[in-house]
């Protein structure tokens, strides 16, 4: 049986696949940017990051996983919390990811 925080989460997952790295033209739950995502109750707390500090899209790309997480049925409110640690890495991108990238594991 599917919980109800689990079926949200699950939603809010599929909403930041609507957020696009407009650089790299990839999602950023793909890219590894995603860190967490809590439910309580009807609320959405997102940890996320940037491949780096310096990305000048990063305030775009967190009001977009805002707007994004706003729409879905069920959120009441929503908390986006940019973090750098851990720091961003390649590895955690996921492996079609980096495939399209054309990264290779060493």
């Known amino acids: 049986m599917v919980e109800p925080a689990d079926d949200l989460r699950a939603r ?5 696949r609507g957020v696009i790295d407009p650089e ?8 590894g940017l995603v860190y967490d995502v809590e439910v309580r109750g009807a609320n959405v707390f997102v940890r996320m990051t940037m491949t780096t ?5 990063g305030e775009s790309i967190v ?4 707007l994004q997480l706003r729409a879905v049925d069920g ?14 890495t390649p590895e955690r991108m ?9 990264w290779r594991p060493r």
């Open 12 to 16: 809010a997952l599929d909403a930041l």
């Open 24 to 31: 790299i033209g990839l999602d950023v739950v793909e890219l």
């Open 53 to 57: 500090p310096a990305c000048p899209m």
């Open 63 to 66: 009001a977009d996983a805002d």
């Open 75 to 88: 959120v009441d409110d929503v908390a986006v919390d940019l973090v750098w640690d851990p720091p961003w």
């Open 94 to 102: 996921s492996p079609a990811a980096r495939e399209m990238l054309g």
